[in-house]
């Protein structure tokens, strides 16, 4: 003897529960967003912000390398900028459009930034 679950003709679950007549998926009426695009926004943020990481350690390193070698410090300064330009990039590409973009010239703020600390102090 099997003992199925008896619901009340007429009484339908709430609209936040699963609708076992229908299991159809639902968009949110909030407009969410799909999983595709999510992992998208959380893949292209992960890579920006490792990068963004990584540049300002460069920077940071430039600015208390000893000044033995002419242009070493520079050359720190400009290589976290073009791990910055080539982040951006990446993380257009995850989304699915083109790298170039104005947007790139943000990833040069390290580099600006860290020959302002190198020549402004």
Excluded: C, Y
Excluded at 2 to 17: D, N, T
Excluded at 76 to 81: R, T, Y
Excluded at 98 to 113: A, D, E, H, R
């Amino acid at each position: 003897m099997s003992h199925a679950p008896v619901r009340p003709e007429g009484r339908r679950p709430q609209k936040h529960l699963l609708d076992p007549d229908n299991l159809q998926p639902r968009r949110s009426a909030r407009g969410g967003m799909s999983v595709t695009r999510v992992q998208q926004w959380v893949v292209s943020s992960l890579v920006v912000t490792t990068v963004l990481h990584l540049a300002v350690g460069l920077v940071v390193a430039g600015l208390f390398l000893d000044a033995e070698r002419p242009g070493a410090q520079e050359g720190l300064m400009v290589i976290a900028g073009i791990f910055m330009v080539l982040s951006l990039a990446a993380a257009r590409l995850v989304h699915g459009r083109s790298p170039l973009t104005p947007w790139l010239l943000l990833g040069l703020l390290p580099t600006v930034v860290g020959l302002w600390l190198l020549h402004g102090r």
